[in-house]
Nanobody, 126 residues
């Protein structure tokens, strides 16, 4: 079981940047795909990005392509989400997640994840 902790959220102006960090404890990190999700009030949860544990390949939602970059540091058991050119519509609580059923690149993901962080909030002002 992985314990995930997010950090790096905050208040930023439109066009600004933030780096979110997801730090994991537990050796399972080495073979779990990690996803970043977000949820804004009144909106459905959205898979923002993910990175594969095996290939290192990544995937992005259309809404963030070209602006967000995910990376993984296995030695530090950390996944980063670099967010550039932030927009007010990026305002949400951001969570990192992992599950042995979760595969980066699949269309569907588990309704309930085995590992789900407490989240970090991103607020983008116009």
């Amino acid at each position: 079981q992985l314990h995930l902790v997010e950090s790096g959220g905050g208040l930023v102006q439109s066009g600004g940047s933030l780096i979110l960090t997801c730090t994991a404890s537990g050796s399972a990190f080495d073979y779990r795909d990690i996803g970043w999700f977000r949820q804004a009030p009144g909106k459905e949860r959205e898979e923002v990005s993910c990175v594969s544990s095996s290939s290192g390949e990544s995937k992005y939602a259309d809404s963030v392509k070209g602006r967000f970059t995910i990376s993984r540091d296995k030695a530090k058991r950390t996944v980063y989400l670099q967010m550039n050119n932030l927009k007010p519509e990026d305002t949400a609580a951001y969570y990192c997640a992992a599950d042995d059923r979760y595969r980066c690149g699949n269309t569907h993901y588990p309704l309930i994840f085995g590992s789900w962080g407490r989240g970090t909030h991103v607020s983008v002002s116009s």
